[in-house]
């Protein structure tokens, strides 16, 4: 690599020239034994006008510890050294800086080595003798453009693979209800929580059965993330299956802790659910909850909270669960509105000194009382987000009307 001079034995940062050309942020490893070869590309650097720090290190080992203290942008590495030689002390670099882009450094007679290593995963190879300074900034900086063009088309496909998937989950947690010849009108609306990029667990469904009987759920599985909205699906699809077959009320819950418990990736998810049946008879709904938050009872004179039905949530006491079935009147052109936590476990402050909680959701719902289901819905949804403008928010939010068409 041209003419070589006797370089003070030492190993760490450089200082000279490079100090007065940096750019904050930018950051060189130069993996290279030989100290002229190494005060030859500091020079050619400094030459170049390529702004950079640089940092020289003589072995394997010593970049082994290097890598450990900070990634670089880009790596310059002779492939021989002291402890270690070729293509897999290339790939032991590679996965020690994955994303720093790494230039390999090779003889005059190595040329197909330098090839094998672009294959290999290098972003670019340079022959030692053959490099000018301008060559060296350019294979630097592209090298370093095509790594992070490299890593954001990766970044790009991971985030299109992960949207695909929450679709399809999204669409397992959200059926169209199952209605046959009940007159029901059902509004249902899902707002996942995105700031924290993660899919929840909620869910929720609506089946006819055999005898007339509307039933219809909502539910939520603790936790957020691909693991627990599967779960939530299994529970959806399970709840769905089970509901056609004849099983209801408490039995229908067993059966649900079961399948729960038999599916759940660890002993510490559990759920909780609310349900109701809903008589043909358009007079009455029972409710059984599993843990789960009260309900939204509307009428005529109003809208009301209220927690009828309870018992543990799924899979906090594994068949020691007990839950108690209680029986609503409904009015005419009454209605249900059954949720999830995430509508009013919201912090109304930054500081978490004040909170939404039922309270405040219901003093939301009543302002909204006159209007008719898909409009109460969405804009019970909308005031809550805007009183709740300062809550970063990662939960799911899951809501599902229900009232008897009146006119069918």
């Known amino acids: 690599m041209g003419t070589r001079s006797r370089v003070p034995e030492r190993a760490g940062r450089m200082t000279g020239a490079e100090s007065s050309q940096r750019l904050p942020g930018a950051l060189l490893l130069l993996v290279e034994d030989d100290d002229g070869d190494a005060l030859l590309v500091q020079e050619l650097l400094a030459d170049s006008g390529l702004a950079a720090q640089l940092r020289w290190v ?126 029901l009108l059902v509004t249902a609306s899902y707002r996942p929580g995105r700031a924290s990029t993660l899919l929840g667990g909620d869910f929720y469904d609506v089946v006819e059965a055999e005898d007339g009987v509307v039933h219809a759920v909502v539910g939520d599985v603790s936790g957020h993330g691909p693991d ?106 009454g209605a249900l509105v059954l949720f999830t936590d995430g509508l009013f476990e919201r912090r109304l402050t930054a500081d978490g000194s004040a909170w939404l909680d039922e309270e405040g959701l219901l003093a939301l719902a009543r302002r909204r009382a006159d209007l008719p289901g898909p409009e109460f819905v969405d804009t019970l949804i909308a005031d809550v987000e805007k009183a709740t403008a300062t809550e970063v928010h990662a939960d799911d939010v899951a809501v599902v009307h229900l009232e008897w068409n009146v006119n069918p």
């Open 58 to 183: 003589r072995s394997l080992g010593e970049a082994r510890s290097a890598l450990a203290e900070e990634i670089p942008h880009c790596v310059l590495l002779d492939l021989h050294l002291p402890d270690a030689q070729g293509l897999p002390m290339l790939a032991e670099v590679l996965s020690a800086a994955e994303s720093a882009a790494v230039v390999v450094l090779t003889g005059l007679a190595e040329e197909g080595t330098g090839l094998a290593a672009v294959a290999a995963g290098a972003q670019d190879y340079l022959v030692k003798g053959r490099v000018e300074a301008d060559l060296l900034g350019r294979a630097v900086r592209y090298a370093v453009q095509r790594k992070q063009a490299e890593q954001a088309a990766a970044a790009l496909q991971v985030e299109r693979v992960r949207a695909e998937e929450n679709a399809r989950l999204e669409r397992g947690l959200l059926p169209v209800p199952l209605l046959s010849t009940a007159p």
């Open 228 to 333: 627990e909205a599967a779960l939530g699906v299994c529970l959806r699809i399970a709840w769905r299956t089970l509901v056609l077959s004849g099983v209801s009320g408490q039995e229908l819950l067993r059966q649900l802790e079961r399948i729960l418990i038999a599916e759940r990736s660890n002993p510490e998810i559990y759920a909780t659910a609310c349900m109701v049946a809903l008589d043909p008879d358009r007079a009455s709904v029972r409710v059984l909850r599993a843990g789960h938050p009260g309900l939204l009872l509307r009428s005529a004179a109003g809208v009301e909270f209220v927690e009828p039905g309870h018992g543990t949530a799924l899979g906090l006491l594994p068949g020691e669960g007990a839950w108690t079935a209680e029986e609503l009147k409904l009015t005419p052109g």
